[in-house]
């Protein structure tokens, strides 16, 4: 079992940054895979990023891609999210979400443990 705690949400001005943590507790955590994903009003939940357990490899969509970084520290059990070059469309809430690494991160099926979710909202 894991529970994830999301923090670091707010506003920001567009332009801004703002870095988002995924506290996780349980000992599986350096075993899961680490996924960031968010949903903006009236819109389906979308992959934003991912890392291996291992931090090893990681994976962006398109919308973030040179704006975003995923990475984790398993000594500490938290995964990150640092955004920068926010753009008022990245208004979302944010979820942390985790599972086991078995290879696949794009979907939301991948994943069975989920945190709260972190508002981020970006002003033009």
């Known amino acids: 079992q894991v529970q994830l705690v999301e923090s670091g949400g707010g506003l920001v001005q567009a332009g801004g940054s703002l870095r988002l943590s995924c506290a996780a507790s349980g000992r599986t955590f350096r075993s899961c895979a680490i996924g960031w994903f968010r949903q903006a009003p009236g819109k389906e939940r979308e992959f934003v990023a991912a890392i291996s357990w291992s931090g090893g490899s990681t994976y962006y969509a398109d919308s973030v891609k040179g704006r975003f970084t995923i990475s984790r520290d398993n000594a500490k059990n938290t995964g990150y999210l640092q955004m920068n070059s926010l753009k008022p469309e990245d208004t979302a809430v944010y979820y942390c979400?985790?599972?086991?690494?078995?290879?696949?991160?794009?979907?939301?099926?991948?994943?069975?443990?989920w945190g709260q979710g972190t508002q981020v909202t970006v002003s033009s």
């Open positions: 979400a985790a599972d086991l690494d078995g290879g696949t991160y794009l979907l939301p099926i991948d994943y069975a443990y």
